[in-house]
């Protein structure tokens, strides 16, 4: 231990004032303009104990987890933050005025003039992100140190909620950092790229995830003195009132208005300089587009949902605690504000009459965190008032059809816009799927697509591809059919089958799971299910594809000639990839009499017309989609659901109804209406189109229409 300690003060104290010099240029950009000395003796000081503690037998260093030199490293740069921690504390503090019992200013005896206090805010000023200015206080975004509230280990339930809220690499990365793991061994130990790393990071820092870890736990006892009042006796059906930021920070924190609605998109859509030019425009004072709320009374209790505006709100929000910095590309920077006159001990000068001077001041606001502001810019920002609409007393059909016409021509992404066609209870079920741990940790998923709502759309698409593939359409579309079509029961099969995946999926086959493709495995195993062999099966199956089975030819056809011809997610690509790997799927299981099930999804039902009205293939290939769209309007227009005419068994009789409806020139909708009426329908589908066509010919006799 001598040797080893004694190598740092050699050549005049080298390898120690490296050290130093190593841990500024990385941690605090360089040394330039600092007092070295005073840090070359905090890594004295912290050898000093490093020898202290061996000479006491006590020692700290395990040569097991890696080299000593590392280790004074670490203990330097700890060391060296903790009095940064030190010197800054006062300059961030925030100051209020002392107040006597009365709730008078107590005055200073000898200037006469008001005493202000410091109230500390705790914060880790070490950075997390080489060559940036990104601290460990920035994890959490507000006014409490995070390896104090981190460091309870589960004690605290907003830390459990919020440990509980993280992908699994999210986790990872939060504990690394309580234990003081430099970000370049994070991203070493965890294999991340700086992209994966900053991606991870800054979904961490979500406003759903500073929400938990701000939000007051004990909310039950509380009076709204705030100016917008959370329940109405009015009859109207919206009104019109204004409501400041401060006022938004208590109500998000309290949870009396919530921006969590399921048919809502995702908080943190802005980019940062829209995120920047939002705070430029609060402090100059502009205006902004009004907030539109809606009340909802459920179980006698009145809900406030924010339906437009959200963005703004959660951004503020989280701009005022300290949750990001002012991008530096932004439209106007520089605020101005008036201020008074300081002395030199930044006391308020008062002129001949005791009043304060008042002095005109510039601020540039790039590169700021809310603390960062003049006191006057912090009070200006949480004083800023929004116009805000909103409507009263809507049921779960008002607050979607207002959510869906307010975020009309917004640059929402085509699934945060169609999950407002599933309905409250069932966008509710897609995002809590959404939210499992086999889509947060197992798949190729990127953490983007959880902000813009690509995993909702692979939930979707898969349920479709799993129940209803002969319905697949457009996703606004398939969104609408799952809210008129599908109940509970659907959503709790398909979370019992993605436990299932969960369980088995292994490395080799995780990344297949992504959003480009997770429909058709998801699907796929959602047949293989029914030929009860063991779960790994699958999984072993997924493998040989990868390896030989992606280029075997079916029919003269191979999976890789379908992608080169199309890669598509129009219907007709969709029943060829899902038709292809059934057959694969089957033979390799040596399922030999399920192979025929690849018939209820490939180009059988054109053989199928073709052959039952005599029209031509290439014909029918061009109309097929028409076909299926007046079927899908046809059923729903006309056939309630539940009748037996609706079952799958029926589908190519009633495709072939439809194709020799447009070769005859005849309406289908009234004997639609009565031929739903039968109870019974044969099997064979050749059989029940011709009684299907019979019944249909004698309709239009008796009603004297041609057919």
């Not at 503090?93 to 410091?118: A, E, H, Y």
């Not at 002395?343 to 960062?372: C, T, Y």
């Not at 197992?442 to 479709?464: A, D, H, L, P």
């Not at 072939?656 to 044969?682: P, R």
Request: glycine share 4%; proline share 2%; hydrophobic share 30%.
């Amino acid at each position: 231990m001598d040797q080893l300690l004694n190598s740092y003060y050699q050549n005049n104290a080298k390898k120690l004032h490296t050290t130093v010099n190593k841990i500024f240029n990385k941690h605090f950009g360089g040394t330039m303009g600092r007092d070295m000395e005073e840090f070359y003796g905090i890594g004295t000081d912290v050898l000093v104990e490093i020898w202290n503690k061996h000479r006491d037998g006590k020692d700290t260093y395990d040569s097991s987890k890696g080299c000593f030199d590392g280790y004074v490293y670490r203990a330097i740069s700890m060391a060296i933050t903790d009095e940064f921690k030190r010197q800054n504390r006062d300059k961030r503090t925030t100051k209020v005025f002392k107040l006597d019992d009365n709730g008078n200013k107590v005055l200073d005896k000898k200037t006469g003039r008001p005493i202000k206090i410091s109230i500390s805010d705790v914060r880790l000023d070490a950075p997390i992100k080489e060559d940036s200015n990104i601290t460990q206080g920035d994890m959490i975004p507000s006014d409490f140190d995070l390896n104090d509230e981190m460091g309870k280990k589960f004690k605290d339930e907003r830390i459990e909620k919020f440990l509980n809220n993280l992908s699994r690499t999210q986790k990872q990365i939060a504990e690394m950092i309580m234990d003081d793991i430099p970000v370049s061994d994070i991203k070493r130990k965890l294999e991340l790229s700086d992209k994966e790393y900053t991606d991870n990071f800054n979904a961490m820092r979500s406003f759903k995830n500073i929400n938990i870890l701000c939000s007051n736990t004990n909310q039950t006892n509380f009076v709204e003195d705030e100016n917008m009042s959370t329940t109405t006796q009015t009859m109207e059906n919206c009104k019109t009132d204004r409501i400041s930021i401060a006022s938004i920070v208590k109500k998000i924190d309290r949870h009396t208005i919530r921006f969590d609605h399921p048919l809502q998109r995702e908080s943190d859509q802005w980019s940062p300089s829209m995120k920047g030019n939002l705070v430029s425009d609060i402090l100059q004072g502009n205006k902004l587009h009004p907030l539109i709320f809606a009340e909802q009374i459920i179980n006698g209790v009145p809900i406030i949902w924010d339906l437009d505006g959200k963005q703004r709100c959660t951004n503020a929000y989280s701009y005022s605690q300290n949750g990001y910095k002012v991008s530096k590309n932004i439209r106007r920077w520089l605020i101005k504000y008036q201020t008074t006159k300081k002395d030199e001990n930044g006391n308020d000068i008062l002129d001949e009459n005791g009043f304060p001077i008042a002095v005109n001041a510039e601020f540039d606001i790039r590169g700021k965190k809310f603390s960062d502001l003049p006191e006057e810019l912090r009070d200006r920002f949480l004083d800023y008032s929004f116009n805000y609409d909103q409507y009263l007393n809507c049921s779960e059909e008002d607050i979607g059809y207002h959510i869906e016409r307010y975020n009309d021509g917004k640059p929402m992404t085509s699934p945060q816009k169609g999950i407002t066609k599933l309905g409250t209870e069932y966008a509710e079920l897609v995002k809590s799927i959404s939210n499992m741990p086999f889509f947060k940790d197992m798949g190729g998923y990127k953490v983007s697509e959880f902000k813009n709502g690509t995993i909702n759309r692979v939930v979707v698409e898969s349920i479709m591809t799993a129940n209803y593939l002969d319905r697949w359409n457009k996703f606004d579309d398939m969104c609408k059919y799952i809210k008129e079509n599908a109940d509970t029961t659907i959503f709790d099969n398909f979370e019992d089958m993605i436990e299932r995946l969960e369980k088995v999926v292994t490395d080799d086959v995780s990344d297949m799971f992504n959003s480009k493709d997770s429909f058709l495995w998801i699907g796929l195993f959602a047949r293989f299910i029914k030929s009860e062999s063991d779960d790994k099966r699958f999984i072993e199956f997924m493998t040989e594809f990868v390896q030989s089975l992606h280029s075997k030819s079916v029919d003269g056809v191979s999976f890789d000639d379908i992608l080169e011809s199309s890669n598509t997610k129009d219907k007709g690509i969709v029943t060829k990839k899902m038709s292809h790997l059934i057959w694969l799927m089957n033979e390799y299981l040596d399922n030999k009499e399920n192979l025929v099930d690849r018939r209820e999804i490939t180009n059988y039902p054109v053989e199928f017309i073709a052959d039952a009205i005599d029209i031509d293939r290439e014909v029918i290939e061009d109309d097929i989609e028409v076909y299926e769209d007046d079927l899908n309007t046809l059923l729903d227009n006309t056939v309630k659901i539940g009748a037996k005419l609706r079952d799958k068994e029926n589908r190519l009789s009633l495709l072939a109804m439809v194709a020799y409806s447009y070769k005859e020139d005849t309406d289908l909708d009234k004997w639609f209406d009565q031929y739903a009426k039968k109870d019974t329908y044969y099997a064979d589908q050749k059989v029940n189109f011709i009684h299907m066509r019979n019944d249909f010919d004698q309709y239009c006799r008796e009603h004297k229409m041609s057919a």
